[in-house]
């Protein structure tokens, strides 16, 4: 089946920085999917983007499909988008997630 | 926000018995899904459905069974709880599979934790 693969596993930024999470996947997709897993456990949907760049507020996405691969980019971050970040993609089965890049931010 | 509910939110239980989990939807999709979250693993399917009576295993279906009599319900049955599946199930819904377009995305409901002691 397909794989998904997230780095780095771990994270930590200071208030106001910037940061690059990836995710690399073995196969083509009709659907790549970015998540936010919030302290509480809430899997909040940030992007559905299985090609292109999308932008929404200080995050945004970039998936190149040809090359198997999608970015998610915080900018200036703030110590609510501490949680887990997850890739899932959907080729022939429903999502396929990555193990998640944990991103701690610090006040 | 889609309209997902998840039942119970939390429940203990000891091995051997059995457990339902149950996940309702307003928004009238027509593919539902069951995943668990474990640490270190992710989430991971374990059965979804694509339409009333019409269900599918996923990557960890054993030791589980769905069922789904309405579009709106969708049941997690564990027929006899071990320690192992201990873990926190997720619901999630989407009104497409398998073509490209919006409509594959999938949104997840608050979540169930099972505790099997």
């Known amino acids: 089946g397909i794989q998904v693969e997230q780095s780095p596993p771990d994270l930590i930024l200071q208030e106001g920085a910037n940061s690059t999470l990836r995710c690399n996947f073995s196969d083509s997709v009709n659907n790549l999917q970015w998540f936010h897993q919030n302290p509480w456990g809430q899997l909040i949907n940030l992007f559905y983007?299985?090609?292109g760049t999308k932008q929404n507020g200080r995050l945004s996405a970039t998936t190149v499909a040809t090359e198997r691969y999608s970015l998610l980019y915080i900018s200036s971050s703030q110590t609510t988008d501490s949680g887990v970040y997850f890739c899932?993609?959907?080729?022939?089965?429903?999502?396929?997630f990555g193990k998640g890049t944990r991103l701690s931010v610090i006040a | 926000d889609a309209g997902i509910t998840q039942s119970p939110r939390h429940k203990v239980t000891e091995t051997g018995t059995p457990v339902t989990l149950r996940c309702h939807q307003t928004e009238n999709h027509r593919y539902m899904y069951w995943y668990r979250q474990d640490p270190g693993h992710g989430l991971r399917l374990i059965h979804y459905?694509?339409?009333?009576?019409?269900?599918d295993k996923g990557e960890v279906s054993d030791g589980y069974s769905v069922s789904r009599s309405k579009t709106e319900d969708f049941l997690l049955t564990l027929e006899s709880a071990t320690s192992s599946q201990t873990s926190v199930y997720f619901c999630a819904i989407s009104e497409s599979f398998g073509t490209s377009g919006s409509g594959n995305e999938q949104f997840f409901g608050p979540g169930t934790r099972l505790t099997v002691l």
């Open positions: 459905s694509y339409g009333v009576k019409d269900t």
């Open positions: 983007i299985p090609s």
């Open positions: 899932a993609v959907e080729g022939n089965t429903p999502l396929v």
